[in-house]
């Protein structure tokens, strides 16, 4: 899962960025209205997080322009956020189109659980996916073989959260880096094979994870 946490707030934003980082998510960071807009061209976010007191104007009027502006990617969900605590601020940034409302301060175990239940609504099985024999909770950040727990660093897990979210797929590095990894990857080091090729191994014979030659790698649902 790929986040987007827009915040101008320097600390702050590091702090949520290091701690989303250490649940497995790929986190990139914007300080103002416009940076976040010139990621949202090139990025598709799977949750933005968007404080709404920034510097070059209200967080609400970016709020609207995901759902108006063809030029930018609408993230698949939206948590504003933000010191306003008053019923018509949370009206406001709801009716705006946002997806959630979280007060400052809040506690970081908070908004990784809003973060959980926004993404469990757009997984039709429920909190548990699972593919073949493997069987991956969301909720944990476990996932197992045949009934065996798999020892998975954060990255292998999201590799697999990802490849279990698209079974069948043939994902190309590019859809990998751009889903699992985040802005600060290089896309030209050998991270994604490396990465693959140890989740690989901890998922044991015959590999769910096929490579496509030239083109990518599928994960196997017959698996």
């Not at 493997?134 to 954060?154: C, E, N, Y």
Request: hydrophobic share 45%; net charge negative.
């Amino acid at each position: 899962m790929r986040i987007l946490v827009v915040e101008d707030d320097a600390e702050l934003a590091e702090i949520l960025a290091i701690g989303l980082r250490n649940e497995s998510y790929a986190t990139d960071l914007a300080a103002t209205g416009a940076d976040a807009e010139e990621l949202l061209r090139i990025t598709s976010y799977d949750v933005m997080c968007l404080d709404l007191g920034l510097p070059d104007g209200d967080g609400l009027e970016l709020v609207r322009r995901c759902g108006t502006d063809p030029d930018l990617n609408r993230p698949r969900r939206l948590i504003v956020l933000t010191a306003r605590d008053a019923v018509a601020d949370r009206v406001a940034g709801l009716d705006a189109g946002a997806d959630d409302y979280l007060v400052k301060p809040f506690h970081f175990g908070e908004l990784t659980a809003r973060i959980r239940a926004l993404a469990r609504r757009g997984v039709e099985q429920g909190t548990t996916l699972r593919v073949g024999g493997l069987t991956l909770d969301p909720s944990t950040h476990q996932a197992w073989r045949a009934g065996v727990l798999l020892a998975l660093t954060p990255r292998e897990y999201s590799l697999l959260r990802y490849f279990m979210l698209h079974p069948g797929a043939v994902l190309s590095t590019e859809d990998l880096l751009e889903h699992v990894w985040d802005a600060n990857a290089n896309p030209f080091t050998a991270s994604v094979r490396v990465i693959l090729s140890r989740l690989r191994r901890k998922l044991g014979a015959p590999p769910p994870i096929v490579t496509i030659p030239n083109v990518g790698y599928q994960l196997r649902a017959e698996s």
